[in-house]
């Protein structure tokens, strides 16, 4: 644990002669001992790995996690996203100022306390949700903040996990389960004895298995792609990012079963052929990123990665990455961009990751679940993963459902199952009555109570003009005021815009302000919503933008007395 | 590779139009006299898709793709002006002067006659604002101007000088252009090139001496 009292110097010993993708754990290292990075730590920085301090400053000013002004002893971030809307947020915010007699954003007087406002944290089955970072300590959850003092005192207390469903593939158990429970890499040896690197992919190809990030890119085809690039090297990158609302599965995934997760890269980085590979956690996951040190370390004891893995040809290892709180890093070519140590902002495509990703290379580019999905494909075949699920929506999956549910939580079911029956025979039913679900987080669209009987698919939603997206089901009763939701979601993209292009960095901004008014709307205002959202989806470059206004467009459709048509 | 580049053939706005291979859009309309407005894009600069405002329909794609960058490919069907692409354009510039003093750019003015954009199309809307940066002999630096094409970035950069005086700092709509820390530019490494004065579409740069003479302040002083 780093010490407060440690100097810049020897806090950066070990980064000398590494290189310019060494500064985003530089400045975490800093963040952590000294609660802030001062122009004379970014001077450090700039001296040990050669980069330019306009840059470090560029780079410390982009992610919300990175302080430029000195904090308090512990800086609280309170989530006000929709899952802990709902459950008071923001009067939990007030009465924390309200205590230290401050506002969002400042620190106490007396040097205790900085309160922040933060965007979702993934902890929505536990609304609300705060996280604590304490001066020379590492970042703590909170959830759900039970009172005031507590929060205040820094008792994180425990945080049980919820999960449920139909089946048990991907998940195990509330446990986290180490190596002991988790047992050899079964599929990675099956592999390395009896399929070649082409097989592995074509056993991918046909479970038709199609990526769990919200773009569902079919995952053989990613790693076919991959394997036949010329360049070298060829990297493996597990996106474990999750930051979209109401998403929490990765998180889940990443706490209870890290081995599965890191046995799927390295099955991954066989059949693409690479030997190494980076595991890039958003940076408010802190407890999945302590557990996976744990596994990580297990792992290469046992030889399970690092050089010539059970004895085989193939070698193989990982590199931990945190971020620090920005949502676009979790688009595959931002992500690229903040591992390489620079602002998180997304790159044109083409070119694609499978030809030049991460350092120019290509690059597989997975999410957590997508790569976990991998592992019981491998071991046991495709027709075995086709039992689950459809054509088109094969093998299990893994919702989030936060919200008005008797019991919030992480299921996995087989796609074809309704949303009705996942919410009223998994979930123990509505509290209250229905009045709308949020399909797919922020980005996703609106669902009214007579449209769930639809089957939890990628088709049947894409066919009602909905999404399954990331897998995220939040789920309003009908005390909730919408357009509260829809201020919400729309404050969510202003904040996490990376702002490169016009359409998103403007529109973002002038959608807040319309939709903040929508209780006393100008005339006009629903063609101007319609007019910046159709703008962002069609005209942004990247899938923030895109996708920015989905939620207010599917809302206006749905709902259009909420912005009173002109 | 010695051979001589591939043609490909497509077609814009109704015209057949052939190009080597790796031309973009932009390049090839230009070529055929078709304008296709741009405000990031400069020759000297990497093109980045900043601005969005050259985006144009291909092949009926669900997304307009931005001419400046997107490379022309057989069989290609581009239309310039269609109905979604004008009110992209014209919403972005009407976002745009919603948010930034655009007095002092004029090719962006022509643009907001060219699309019919309504400058007070956005009422109550933030106004990006930011102090007169007047700390050197050289330029003045007033952002409240700036429309974040990032021209000057990437010429004090590695398009040009490897400088790296400038940044850009903070993240969405308050995204602005920074030295470390905003420290006065007499404080940083800049060597004062004039390169991203040079490139500057909206006078949110202006060499002191132009600035000094509006302001009056240059004759004032010698007058005596
Ligand atoms: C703004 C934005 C945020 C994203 N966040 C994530 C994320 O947190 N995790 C993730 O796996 N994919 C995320 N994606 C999708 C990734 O770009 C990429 O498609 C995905 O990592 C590919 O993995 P998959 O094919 O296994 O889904 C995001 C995309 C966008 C546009
Ligand atoms: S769409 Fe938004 S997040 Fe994506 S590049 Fe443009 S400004 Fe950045
Ligand atoms: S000129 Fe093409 S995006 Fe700006």
């Known amino acids: 644990m780093p010490d407060a009292t440690v100097t810049l110097d020897a806090l950066l010993a070990p980064y000398v002669e590494l290189q310019r993708d060494a500064l985003l754990p530089a400045l975490w290292e800093i963040q952590t001992a000294y609660g802030y990075i001062s122009p004379l730590a970014v001077r450090a920085i700039s001296r040990t790995l050669r980069i330019p301090e306009a840059e470090i400053y560029g780079v410390v000013s982009f992610y919300s996690m990175f302080h430029q002004e000195p904090t308090g002893q512990q800086v609280v971030h309170i989530c006000t996203d929709p899952a802990c809307g709902l459950k008071g947020a923001d009067d939990l915010l007030r009465a924390a100022c309200a205590r230290l007699g401050i506002q969002p954003g400042e620190t106490s007087p007396d040097g205790g306390h900085t309160i922040v406002r933060s965007s979702c944290l993934g902890l929505c089955e536990h609304a609300p949700a705060a996280q604590i970072s304490r001066r020379g300590a590492d970042v703590r959850s909170v959830a759900p903040v039970g009172d005031v003092d507590r929060l205040l005192a820094g008792d994180a207390g425990p945080r049980p996990t919820v999960i449920g469903g139909e089946v048990r593939v991907l998940l195990a158990g509330e446990q986290c389960q180490m190596l002991d429970e988790y047992g050899d890499y079964a599929a990675l040896r099956h592999a390395l004895q009896h399929l070649d690197p082409d097989r592995v992919i074509s056993e991918v190809e046909k479970s038709g298995l199609v990526g769990r990030g919200g773009a569902a890119f079919p995952t053989g085809q990613k790693w076919r792609f991959t394997r036949q690039a010329s360049e070298q090297p060829h990297y493996v990158v597990c996106n474990a990012d999750e930051s979209e609302p109401g998403t929490f599965k990765d998180r889940v995934l990443l706490e209870t079963r890290p081995h599965l997760v890191l046995e799927g890269m390295a099955l991954c980085a066989y059949a693409i052929g690479a030997s190494k590979g980076y595991l890039f956690v958003r940076g408010e996951y802190p407890e999945a990123y302590r557990t996976l040190q744990d596994a990580l370390a297990e792992a290469q004891a046992a030889n399970l990665l690092g050089k010539r893995i059970m004895g085989s040809e193939f070698s193989f290892d990982i590199e931990l990455r945190r971020s620090a709180g920005a949502y676009i890093c979790g688009e595959e070519t931002a992500l690229f961009e903040a591992i390489e140590g620079k602002r998180g902002y997304p790159r044109m495509k083409p070119p694609f990751p499978t030809s030049q990703g991460l350092f120019g290379k290509p690059t597989a580019i997975n999410n957590v679940e997508t790569l976990c999905a991998v592992t019981g494909i491998v071991r046991y075949g495709a027709d075995w993963f086709r039992q689950f699920g459809t054509e088109k929506s094969s093998g299990t999956k893994l919702v989030s459902v936060s919200g008005h549910v008797q019991r919030p939580g992480v299921y996995e079911i087989v796609p074809g199952l309704t949303l009705r029956r996942l919410l009223e025979e998994y979930c123990g039913g509505v509290t209250g009555t229905l009045q709308a679900v949020l399909m797919g987080g922020a980005a996703g669209t609106f669902l009214k109570p007579d449209e769930i009987d639809v089957r939890l698919t990628f088709e049947d939603l894409q066919a009602i003009g909905g999404t399954f997206g990331s897998g995220a089901v939040m789920v309003f009763n009908e005390t909730v005021d919408l357009r509260d939701v829809l201020r919400r979601l729309a404050r969510f993209f202003q904040h996490e815009s990376c702002g490169k292009c016009f359409p998103c960095q403007l529109g973002t901004q002038r959608q807040l302000e319309i939709v903040e008014r929508m209780d006393r709307p100008l005339s006009g205002d629903y063609e101007r919503l319609r007019d910046i959202g159709l703008t962002m989806s069609e005209a942004s470059l990247c899938g923030l933008g895109q996708t920015a206004a989905a939620a207010v467009l599917s809302a206006l459709r749905k709902w259009p007395e909420l912005v009173g048509t002109s | ?224």
């Not at chain 2, 001419?67 to 069907?77: E, I, K, L, R, T």
């Not at chain 2, 948010?99 to 090719?107: I, Q, R």
Request: with cysteine; net charge negative.
């Open chain 2, 1 to 224: 590779m010695t051979d001589s580049p591939q043609t490909v053939r497509l077609i814009i706005d109704d015209r057949e139009i052939a190009v080597p291979e790796g031309t973009t859009i932009l390049a090839a309309a230009r070529q055929a006299g078709i304008d296709i407005p741009v405000i990031c894009h400069h020759q000297a600069t990497t093109a980045q898709g900043n601005c969005r405002i050259c985006v144009v329909d291909v092949n009926g794609r669900r997304l307009l793709q931005p001419a400046c960058s997107v490379v022309c490919q057989d069989g290609m069907v581009v239309e310039t002006r269609s109905e979604r692409v004008v009110r992209s354009r014209r919403t972005i510039l009407e976002m745009l002067s919603a948010s930034v003093d655009l007095s002092e750019a004029p090719d962006i003015q022509s643009l907001l006659d060219d699309y019919q954009a309504d400058t007070a199309r956005f009422p109550e809307a933030a106004r990006r604002r930011y102090p007169l940066y007047d700390d050197n002999p050289f330029y003045v630096r007033d952002y409240s101007k700036c429309v974040l094409c990032w021209r000057c970035v990437q010429m004090c950069g590695v398009d040009a000088q490897y400088t790296f005086a400038l940044t850009l700092a903070g993240r969405g709509f308050h995204t602005h252009v920074s030295t470390a820390f905003e420290a006065p530019m007499l404080e940083t490494v800049c060597v004062f090139c004039g390169q991203c004065v040079g490139v500057c579409p909206t006078n949110a740069l202006k060499p002191k001496i132009e600035y000094s003479l509006e302001q009056g302040q240059f004759f004032d002083k010698r007058s005596e």
